[in-house]
């Protein structure tokens, strides 16, 4: 079974401060995709990575997938508080086939 | 990216009961899942929504209690049946090509059982 360990499970910051969010697996995945959850709605699709060593820039937001296919990392630069809210990171073993979940990391930024 | 519709958006309803939640693209689509959110918590993967045959469901869901149905490339549901207090969450639907690794999330049902 494959899974995927997130980290930290809440983070709570102060605008204007860096802030770096892990996801680890022992499996290799097709792909890896960041999702922002607000309350009351769903995942929103924020990035997919899908190459070994891959980095992905989305104005202050960073994404790293780890060469092996088996982590990436989530690197937010400048909080702010429009950033809160949790971050999921997903992960598919094949192209077109269901996600599994990490547990998610709630992000409080307070200005 | 498809735009996904979901109806409805929240229900409360009473122990015993069953809900049907529907699920619809804007275009045609290969891949259709089913998640659901508990309160506080990740995403847990509920069944593959196959068109024409029946669902593939994860360890721990069973048709009886979660059938599912996809006449089409287009539109999916979902029912939870004799529900319990323990159904409580949000149900998500999810869309994607079959060789793509993207997936796009309809905004969710919350279900609240009393």
């Known amino acids: 079974t494959q899974l995927l360990e997130q980290s930290p499970q809440f983070l709570s910051i102060q605008e204007g401060e860096n802030l770096t969010v892990y996801c680890n697996s022992s499996?290799?995945?097709?792909?890896l995709q960041w999702y922002r959850q607000e309350p009351g709605e769903g995942p929103v699709l924020l990035v997919t990575?899908?190459?070994?060593?891959e980095v992905k820039k989305l104005k202050r937001l960073t994404f790293q997938f780890g060469d092996a296919r088996k982590d990436s990392s989530l690197h937010i630069t400048a909080a702010q508080p429009g950033d809160t809210g949790l971050y999921l990171c997903?992960?598919?073993?094949?192209?077109?086939?269901?996600?599994?979940f990490g547990k998610g990391t709630t992000l409080s930024v307070s200005s | 990216s498809a735009v996904i519709s979901q109806k409805p958006s929240r229900d409360i309803c009473q122990r015993g009961t069953s809900l049907t939640i529907q699920c619809q693209v804007d275009?045609?689509?290969?891949?259709m899942f089913w998640y659901r959110q508990q309160p506080g918590q990740s995403l847990t993967l509920i069944a593959t929504?196959?068109?024409?045959?029946?669902?593939?469901?994860e360890s721990g869901f069973v048709i009886d209690k979660f059938p599912i149905s996809r006449p089409n490339l287009t539109f999916s549901t979902l029912t939870v049946s004799n529900m319990s207090p323990e159904d409580s969450s949000i149900y998500l639907c999810?869309?994607?090509?079959?060789?793509?690794?993207?997936?796009?999330f309809g905004p969710g049902t919350r279900l609240t059982v009393l």
């Open positions: 275009s045609q689509v290969t891949m």
């Open positions: 997903a992960g598919a073993s094949q192209a077109g086939t269901a996600l599994i």
């Open positions: 999810s869309v994607a090509g079959i060789n793509t690794d993207t997936q796009y």
């Open positions: 499996s290799v995945f097709s792909s």
């Open positions: 929504a196959n068109q024409g045959s029946e669902a593939t469901y």
């Open positions: 990575v899908v190459t070994g060593g």
